[in-house]
């Protein structure tokens, strides 16, 4: 993937350690990529949370579980194939 890209995990789940916990150990282990926040705005504000990150939860918001967030590969790191 080339500098800039993005990423995009999703999964259909509502467990932390299906959604973020993943993407945190992504980050820990990736220092080539960052998490793109995505701003709460318009109708899909209620869903995106204080990291950035956008899900739904089933009980508050009468649909099945989501969960997405934006990894973007950051320019200028280079990583080693052995990484």
């Not at 992504?26 to 709460?40: E, H, S, W, Y």
């Amino acid at each position: 993937m080339a500098p800039g890209g993005r990423l995009v995990y999703a999964t259909c789940s509502s467990e932390p350690d299906e959604n973020e916990d993943v993407v945190r150990r992504f980050l820990d282990t990736r220092t080539d990529f960052t998490l793109r926040p995505l701003v709460a705005t318009g109708p899909l504000a209620p869903f995106v949370d204080r990291a950035g990150m956008f899900r739904t939860s089933p009980p508050r918001d009468a649909l099945e579980a989501f969960f997405a967030a934006v990894l973007v590969r950051n320019p200028g790191v280079v990583r080693s194939e052995s990484q």
